[in-house]
Nanobody, 124 residues
């Protein structure tokens, strides 16, 4: 059973930065695909960024050039560096793990383990 714990959310003004962390503990190897998703009030959960077991990254068009996903394989911590934040980035952010090395998708049901989320609020 994999357990994920996000941290690093908060309130910032537009243009600001935040770094989210997701500590993974359990039996899932660090080589698995991991991703960040977000969900704003009244909207569905959308993929933001994902990283394969070998380090290949994919980003949603809305965050390309502003967000960076990376992980510490030794500590099994996933990060999301968010720069140039916009009010539209306001959402609950979740990390997730897929039991496969390749990601291939931002479809939430493809990811087995989820954290509880951390809130990001960006004011204009």
């Amino acid at each position: 059973q994999e357990q994920l714990a996000e941290s690093g959310g908060g309130s910032v003004q537009a243009g600001g930065s935040l770094r989210l962390s997701c500590a993974a503990s359990g039996s899932t190897p660090s080589i698995n695909c991991m991703g960040w998703f977000r969900q704003a009030p009244g909207k569905g959960r959308e993929g933001v960024a994902r990283i394969t077991g070998t380090g290949a990254t994919t980003y949603a068009d809305s965050v390309k050039g502003r967000f960076t996903i990376f992980k510490d394989k030794v500590k099994n911590i996933l990060y999301l560096q968010m720069n140039g934040l916009k009010p539209d980035d306001t959402a609950m952010y979740y990390c997730a793990v897929r039991e496969a090395s390749l990601c291939g998708s931002f479809i939430p049901v493809m990811y087995k383990y989820w954290g509880q989320g951390t809130q990001v609020t960006v004011s204009s």
